[in-house]
C-alpha cells in the first residue's frame, strides 16, 4: 500500500513539476509585488526591521488586502524609523499610547503595541525571532510535527511575553492571540506560515531569505482561500477546510516536486487566485489561457 502511495506521488510529480515551474517562470511576479504585504518587510534593508515589519504586515494580513494594507502602513509610519528600535522601546517601557487611534476589526491599538512589545522582548531575549524559532524547531516534537509544535510554542511565548501582558492587564489577551493565532488548535495558521515564508525563503524577489537557520524544506504553505481553491483544482488535496491539515497534506503534494523549497510556488499560485485569474466559478476562457491547464482537473473544457 505505502509503496503503491508513493508511486503514485512519483507519478503526480514527474507531471506536475514541469508544468508548475513553468508557470513560475511566466508568472510576473513583480508586477503584484505592490499587491501583497510583503512589499512592507521588503522596504527595510536592516534584517532586525525586516522581522519586525514582517510580523506586523503578516499578522494583521485578514480581510481585504487593500484596507488591511492601510493599517499596516499606519502602524509602521508610527514605528518610523526603525520598527526594530520602536519594538525594543516599546518591551522596555510597554505603552499603547502611540497606536491609540488604531481600530481593525478584531483588533485594537493595545493589540498591536503588545504583539510589538512582544517582538521587542524576544529579540532582546534571544537575538531575533528568527534565532528563536531555530531554536524551537530544534527542540523535540510532540507528536504534531515539528514546524506545527514549534510555530504553537512561538505562539504561545507572543502572548505570554511580560510586556505584551503589562499592556494587555485588564483588557485580555483575545486581540492578541488573534494576531498571534495557536496552530495546535487545528487552523491552517495562513499567516504564521506566511510571515515564515517572507523570513526563510529566498532572497528571490518576493521572500527575503533573511532567517538562515531555519530550512526551507520545512515550511508549510501558507493555506488561504485563493491558494485552497487552485490546490484543489491541481489535484493537491481532496480536502476542502483551510485546517492546518489541508495545509500540511498541500505542502505534502508540493514537496514530492520540490523536496527542498516546497512552498516556492505559493506566491504565484496565491496570486493567481487574489488576482481573479482563477476565480471560485470558473471561466473556460481563463482557463484556456492558463499555464496549469495541463494538470488542472477544474481546466477541461466545459
Ligand atoms: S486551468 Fe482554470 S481552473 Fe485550473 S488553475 Fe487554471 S484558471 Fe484555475
Redesign the pocket.
Known sequence: MARRRARKGRRVAADLAPVLDRFQRGFDAAARLSADPVEFPRRYPDPGDAEVAGLVAASLAYGRADVFKEKVAAVLAACAPSPAAFALQLARNPDARPFAEFRYRFNTGEDVAALLAAAGWMRERHGSIGGRMAALLGEPAEGEGRMRTALTRLASEFREAPPALAILAGRGGRGLRHLCPDPGAGGAAKRWNLYLRWMVRGPDGVDLGIWKGVSPALLVVPLDTHVA??AR??GLTRRDDLSWRTAEEVTAALRLVDPDDPVRFDFALCH??MSG???PR???E????????GV?????PV
Not at 481563463?286 to 491547464?293: D, H, N, P, Q, T
Not at 488542472?296 to 477541461?300: I, K, P, R, V, W
Open positions: 481553491r487552485v483544482r491541481l493567481l487566485g485569474g482563477c476565480p470558473r471561466s473556460p481563463l482557463c484556456a489561457e492558463c499555464l496549469l491547464r488542472c482537473e477544474a481546466g477541461s
